[in-house]
């Protein structure tokens, strides 16, 4: 499985989780549910029945503003959910 | 709020749904990934704070297969799940 990607145009990180079943996958998006909403911070997430991707742009998110230390450790935390 | 917007190559439905809060699209993200699973049917589904998109391809997914009456059934389900 890989791991974050760092884009640019806008700056943004994105990282694609994939699942043997259903299930799996669905514990994941509960999961991470409940972390955002502690978080207060909601990435864009899409999934389907095995996948889930998130892209994660800069908490200030004006244009142009590059990831912060933040925001890799709220990439971390996501990563921590896996298991 | 718009309605379904059927596309081409692929056929699919696609529609945005908006909410106010949060926790009404978590709500309604509960309710559709009960429905689907019911179904044992999985749209491609993407969303963040307060929006929620599902792309829906025909049931029998090979290249260039219509979309049929039971795929326009599964969308006003899922239109339902809103009330």
């Known amino acids: ?8 145009r806008p700056f943004r990180l994105e990282r694609r ?6 299930n799996e996958t669905r514990e994941f998006l509960e999961r991470l549910g409940d972390y955002t909403e502690a978080a207060k911070r ?12 998130i892209t ?5 998110d ?3 503003v590059e990831l912060n230390e933040a925001d890799y ?5 996501i990563d ?3 298991s």
Not at 1 to 8: D, F, G, I, S, Y
Not at 73 to 77: D, G, L, P, R
């Open 1 to 8: 499985m890989n791991k974050w990607q760092k884009r640019n």
């Open 17 to 22: 989780f994939e699942f043997e079943t259903y």
């Open 42 to 53: 909601f990435p864009d997430i899409s999934f389907g029945r095995t996948y889930v991707n």
């Open 56 to 60: 994660l742009r800069p908490e200030d």
């Open 62 to 64: 004006d244009e142009g």
């Open 73 to 77: 450790q709220f990439a971390a935390e």
């Open 80 to 82: 921590g959910l896996l």
